[in-house]
């Protein structure tokens, strides 16, 4: 096979690359690298996946490690970036290639700021491995937006994320399926029109939130939910804080560590649903509460939720969205406790929202 050679961002390992492969893992630091891809102006010009390569997310480390102090929090607000920001782009040409299945990943790491996260990045990349290598995403139908991208149309301004959302439903028809994967910071803002039971908004924080502002989740929604035909599916993996409704979802799905559950109704006034879709989001923690990335998982900062997520996924077979959920969050709170994170303040519990109630232990997940 034929290969290259490039060095690992972190460590600065050589190491041998197949032509053609879009990233690597260290065999040293197990930290994850984007090789760069063709300079283009075209989401649907990535190079083929390489059916070589398997993810592998290495057993808790032998010392633990405590979560990053670089966590999502309530008080985030976005300060100067120390690096020129990418051009503001309001006309971005969408891929040619659509298909049955296709996702948008957006992560941000926010460098040169005060509040920057470590796994953002990886989880977005992660998650890219995982949809196309695992459950069969055509690459050329997964849109990736990152600070690593070359291309200044997947770089993930606010402009760009709502270009990738319109994209992701745009043509969309029965038998589809699709996936928005966000990792970044999120934040809080007081509810203008009156449809929060908890009279605050959910928002995602692009890379140029202090010029451009945040996207709420009632845009989110009426992008991505709102236009989903009958039998159609989307799934949103929402890995940032105060997610539990950030999709603005009318059902939010109450469940103990036993198992017993029950669906809240969020629907307060106006219209929340699908065109006759589904839609399901499963985020990091709910509403109050803030999730972070962290080392304790495999040494390579990532987010708990996106971490579990794939894990669970990968070990389980005709997972119920139920058991998904419940062993999320074992996951996450065996992690926690053995970092000795128990306070009320540190607490991160993946939520389940959707379009409709169903029974949770009956239902398979099917993306």
């Known amino acids: 096979m034929d290969r290259r050679r490039c060095k690992c961002q972190r460590c600065g390992m050589n190491i041998a690359v197949p032509i053609g492969a879009q990233t690597i893992i260290c065999p040293r630091c197990q930290s994850v690298t984007q090789l760069q891809p063709p300079r283009n102006n075209s989401f649907a010009n990535f190079p083929p996946a390489n059916n070589n390569m398997r993810l592998e997310f290495p057993a808790y480390p032998a010392r633990p490690r405590r979560m990053s102090p670089n966590v999502n929090n309530n008080n985030f607000q976005p300060q100067q970036f120390n690096r020129p920001m990418s051009p503001q782009i309001n006309n971005i040409r969408p891929p040619a290639v659509h298909g049955r299945k296709r996702a948008v990943l957006c992560g941000i790491n926010y460098r040169g700021h005060a509040k920057s996260l470590k796994g953002s990045i990886n989880d977005a990349l992660s998650m890219r491995y995982f949809l196309v290598?695992?459950?069969g995403f055509p690459i050329a139908s997964v849109i990736v937006l990152t600070e690593d991208e070359k291309d200044p149309y997947k770089y993930p301004t606010k402009a760009n994320i709502r270009s990738a959302l319109r994209w992701l439903v745009h043509g969309c028809r029965s038998g589809d399926s699709l996936v928005f994967h966000y990792s970044g910071h999120g934040a809080r803002v007081r509810d203008r029109d009156g449809d929060e039971i908890d009279g605050h908004d959910e928002s995602l924080c692009p890379v140029d939130y202090e010029t451009e502002g945040r996207i709420l989740d009632d845009e989110i929604n009426s992008t991505i939910v709102r236009p989903l035909p009958p039998g159609a599916i989307l799934h949103g993996i929402i890995d940032t804080c105060f997610s539990g409704t950030f999709l603005d979802l009318p059902f939010l799905c109450r469940i103990n560590r036993a198992g017993y559950f029950k669906w809240e109704d969020h629907r307060i006034r106006g219209y929340k649903g699908t065109s006759?879709?589904?839609?399901?989001?499963?985020?990091?923690?709910?509403?109050?509460?803030?999730?972070?990335?962290?080392?304790?998982?495999?040494?390579?900062?990532?987010?708990?939720?996106?971490?579990?997520?794939i894990q669970t996924l990968e070990q389980e077979t005709k997972l119920t969205y139920g058991r998904l959920i419940m062993s999320m969050q074992k996951k996450i709170q065996e992690a926690q406790k053995g970092l000795g994170l128990n306070g009320a303040n540190e607490t991160q519990e993946p939520q389940l929202s959707s379009s409709e109630p169903f029974d949770i232990h009956s239902k398979l997940v099917a993306i």
């Open 276 to 309: 006759g879709g589904t839609a399901f989001s499963i985020s990091a923690c709910d509403d109050h509460q803030s999730s972070g990335d962290t080392t304790a998982f495999t040494g390579v900062p990532m987010g708990a939720l996106t971490y579990s997520f």
């Open 133 to 135: 290598e695992k459950l």
